[in-house]
């Protein structure tokens, strides 16, 4: 977690209050007070919320079907359209998690009010992350309300989500409607009132609260920084159009089908090297198959190691001792590159020191140059022959050796 400034404007927007929470949640330092354009100094590298005056949002609640957040948001403007006076084409709906009964907490706010603070804090170089109403700064308890009095305003909060920000004189009247509307299971059990104990306000709002069950009590009048002594959580403001990778979404919206398709032929292209891969792994079991049986026909009973070292040592042995490997390929080479179209080899074997040769001439012309091609490297010699006369040609059976033990 990265560390956090918290901003908070005040009405005329021309300063605000400020503070720092590290990345445990814990603050540094005390409360600030300076115009925008200071605060924006201690901002870079850290998560801004910035949080704005609550009087000019209303806080409701709404029960929807169960859908995704992006449905919700789409819905939330014709679920409230009958609780709110303007069009809601003017204005920004906020909604917030589902709490245990389904009731979705929602924020509405005028779009051109949002868009003003919006660029308040731009023009001092600052982009909020969030943006919290300041009511949620005031502390909830359950089964409490909080009350505070500032400048001409009374915050009233009761719900996590849930308060409202009225006007001194209209103040009494709503906290006793509220009061009287709830069942009485559902009353506080306690008005905490943060401010003076002398502010007129607290006798005006307890004589509109006539309950001896309700307990008042006053507390520091300095709520925010309370509030602001630990993690705190709001309502955030910045959703939609006005999110900060709002951006970013449209950009992927308008290529979405074109990475869509990039994944659809990348997918192929991988099925199609996984295709071949397996292909190929079969032709390599068939070849593998294949040297097995070769092996065990050329070295029978010879168990199947590394057959590659075990014929070429079998080689050694029996074609001639150290080198006897290479001139035997070498032979092999001679075979196919000197060999006639019209000679035909039967078969060519090896045995103890000896390289046994089978195949038809149409001539003893053409079989006698063939052997010569095969003997002309001073390698191996004849030393037995049997020939075999057929119509059209003759039949040869040679055996060639070393002509020396060892190079």
């Not at 709490?99 to 003003?116: F, Q």
Request: hydrophobic share 45%.
């Amino acid at each position: 977690m990265v560390e956090q400034i918290f901003i908070r404007l005040q009405q005329d927007a021309t300063v605000a209050d400020w503070w720092v929470l590290d990345a445990q949640g814990h603050r540094r330092g005390g409360i600030g007070h300076a115009p925008l354009a200071e605060i924006a100094h201690h901002a870079p590298s850290r998560r801004i919320v910035a949080i704005v005056p609550s009087h000019r949002i209303l806080f409701t609640q709404v029960r929807l079907p169960k859908r995704s957040r992006r449905q919700w948001a789409e819905a939330l403007p014709f679920a409230l359209e009958d609780q709110v006076a303007a069009d809601v084409e003017t204005l920004h709906f906020a909604g917030g998690d589902p709490d245990g009964d389904g009731s979705i907490p929602v924020a509405v706010v005028e779009r051109s009010c949002l868009n003003g603070w919006l660029a308040t804090f731009r023009e001092a170089g600052l982009h909020p992350d969030l943006l919290w109403p300041d009511l949620f700064l005031l502390p909830w308890i359950p089964h409490t309300w909080s009350i505070v009095h500032s400048a001409d305003f009374i915050g009233i909060r009761w719900q996590p989500f849930q308060g409202c920000v009225v006007a001194d004189p209209l103040a009494p009247a709503i906290v006793e409607r509220l009061y009287r509307d709830l069942a009485e299971a559902d009353r506080p059990r306690e008005i905490v009132f943060w401010g003076d104990p002398e502010d007129p306000a607290i006798r005006s709002l307890k004589a509109a609260v006539a309950d001896e069950d309700c307990l008042w009590t006053v507390r520091d009048g300095l709520w925010y920084e309370d509030a602001s002594r630990g993690p705190c959580t709001g309502l955030n403001l910045l959703q939609g159009p006005f999110a900060p990778n709002h951006l970013r979404q449209a950009v992927w919206e308008r290529w979405k089908p074109a990475a869509r398709l990039g994944a659809a032929a990348l997918a192929l292209a991988l099925a199609l090297l996984v295709i071949q891969r397996i292909r190929l792994g079969g032709v390599a079991h068939s070849w593998q198959t294949r040297v097995h049986q070769i092996f065990h026909a050329v070295l029978p009973g010879q168990p199947y190691v590394s057959p590659r070292a075990q014929i070429e040592q079998a080689l050694r042995t029996r074609v001639g001792g150290p080198g006897g490997t290479v001139r035997f390929l070498a032979l092999l080479a001679r075979l196919s590159r000197n060999r006639p179209a019209t000679i035909h080899v039967l078969s060519l074997s090896y045995g103890a020191r000896a390289i046994r040769l089978h195949f038809t001439a149409p001539g003893m012309a053409e079989a006698r140059l063939f052997e010569q091609s095969i003997t002309r490297s001073n390698h191996w010699i004849r030393r037995h022959q049997k020939i075999r006369n057929l119509p059209g040609g003759v039949e040869i059976w040679v055996e060639y050796g070393p002509r020396q033990a060892s190079l």
